[in-house]
């Protein structure tokens, strides 16, 4: 059990000493952290656990795991369950010997004091821990997600305060990941999409891009908009990395990958009530 009495002080990315460390998250450590916040005990407010990664060679901190660790709070006062921490950590070593400790999360709006001690901890297990929030309560309308490092401020041998400065972070998903966290960032939800619900969500946004992108070449051409070169090479490698196929064989391609779809929901139906049928067959024979 460790007690707080320092302050914590929060700065946004625009501080100049974090500019020279980012950070990149795999969506299925998002997904993980909610999975784990639903799961949590009655009387806890938030969840944390360890970030497991690597660094990549340009210095960026790659989070691709994570798990939860166990741990109790007060206003004053943190305990965490080192012995549990230790045995997930040489559990997922076994697996994996790549993905070492690169910091660890927490759910909730910002930091706290108990964080300080918590980033503490970590500092001991690796150089420079990166601190992730997960705003699970969606306080801003979203679940936002942020990174931070953190310094200690020392007034001669003492130390008075822990300084955290929000690093950039880097989420990137594929068209179904992002179909998944666009669900999870929801407030309500009948239900989950299916795949034909899912590949229409995805045509629908698909050309409303291509809506915005035909609007700002129009308004470059006609001189209302400035030329980004940046944003013209972007357009240029997104087109140019289309396949040159006739109108005809894109729709064949199309329509195949749509009956394929109507195929699989098909079986699926068959099975499901092969099953079902299974099931009552076997609950009548033991009856009689």
């Not at 666009?182 to 229409?200: C, Q, R, W």
């Not at 308004?219 to 196929?245: M, T």
């Not at 079986?267 to 499901?272: D, E, N, P, Q």
């Amino acid at each position: 059990m460790a007690k707080t009495n320092r302050t914590v002080l929060q700065f946004s990315s625009s501080s100049s000493s974090s500019q020279s460390l980012s950070a990149k998250v795999h969506p299925l450590v998002v997904f993980n952290i909610c999975d784990c916040y639903v799961r949590r005990p009655d009387q806890a407010e938030r969840v944390i656990g360890t970030l497991l990664g690597s660094v990549l060679p340009d210095g960026t901190v790659d989070i691709r795991n994570s798990y939860a660790v166990p741990h109790s709070e007060s206003l004053d006062q943190v305990a965490l369950d080192i012995e549990y921490h230790h045995n997930m950590l040489l559990s997922h070593q076994k697996v994996n010997q790549k993905e070492v400790i690169v910091g660890w999360y927490s759910t909730g709006h910002g930091v706290n004091g108990g964080s300080a001690l918590i980033h503490e901890f970590y500092s001991r297990e690796v150089p420079n821990p990166i601190h992730l929030t997960v705003d699970t309560g969606f306080t801003t309308g979203g679940g936002t997600i942020k990174a931070h490092v953190s310094n200690n401020l020392t007034l001669g041998d003492r130390q008075i305060a822990a300084q955290f400065h929000e690093i950039p972070l880097d989420l990137r998903m594929v068209e179904a990941e992002r179909v998944g966290f666009d669900i999870l960032k929801a407030t309500t939800v009948d239900k989950i999409p299916s795949d034909l619900e899912g590949m229409e969500a995805s045509m629908e946004h698909l050309l409303a891009l291509i809506d915005d992108i035909s609007k700002y070449v129009d308004d470059v051409v006609e001189g209302r908009v400035a030329p980004d070169n940046k944003i013209g090479k972007f357009i240029s490698d997104a087109v140019g990395s289309l396949p040159k196929l006739p109108p005809s064989d894109f729709d064949k391609l199309i329509n195949d990958s749509l009956q394929d779809n109507l195929l699989m929901l098909y079986l699926s139906s068959i099975t499901r009530t092969q099953l079902s049928l299974a099931e009552k067959l076997n609950t009548a024979a033991q009856i009689l």
